[in-house]
């Protein structure tokens, strides 16, 4: 009886230490990088996709536009922009982009 339970005592506590530990895993989640700002779009940005391995082409190909649209801008002017370009590069589909005609092109570099 005493052996049952003191095994069951610390099954009990190593939950109890194992919820502590995810929790303020949790909790240390929450803090974000200094250049983090109050805007939302930033956070989720930062909490859902900052430092979050990508393998798919698709998604890469996005971040490589964005990334030579983000030269001499900040990054928050090109979150903001994200969904004209989404727009503007035919939902960032490389196979379409690849096809553009010079008209495209030059509608492109119209467009402000």
Same mark, same amino acid.
């Not at 930062?46 to 990508?54: A, G, I, S, T």
């Given at each position: 009886?005493c052996?049952? @339970?003191?095994? !069951?005592?610390t099954? +009990?506590? #190593?939950?109890?230490?194992? !919820?502590?530990?995810? +929790? !303020?895993f949790?909790?240390?989640?929450k803090?974000r990088c200094f %250049?983090v700002?109050d805007?939302?779009l930033?956070?989720?940005y930062?909490? *859902?996709? %900052?430092?979050?391995?990508?393998f798919?082409d698709? &998604?890469?190909f996005?971040y +490589? &536009?964005?990334?030579?649209?983000?030269?001499? +801008?900040? %990054?928050s002017?090109i979150l903001?922009?994200r969904? *004209? @370009?989404? *727009?503007? @590069?035919? *939902?960032?589909? #490389?196979?379409? &982009?690849?096809?553009?005609?010079e #008209?495209?092109?030059?509608?492109l570099?119209?467009?402000?």
């Open positions: 009886m052996y049952m @339970f003191f095994k !069951n005592a099954a +009990l506590f #190593s939950f109890q230490v194992y !919820n502590s530990l995810l +929790l !303020n949790k909790q240390q989640m803090h %250049w700002t805007s939302k930033y956070q989720d930062h909490d *859902n996709e %900052w430092c979050v391995p990508v798919e698709a &998604i890469l996005e +490589l &536009i964005l990334e030579t649209f983000q030269a001499g +801008l900040s %990054w002017t903001h922009k969904e *004209n @370009f989404r *727009n503007a @590069f035919d *939902n960032f589909n #490389s196979k379409a &982009i690849a096809k553009y005609s #008209s495209k092109y030059q509608s570099l119209s467009e402000t």
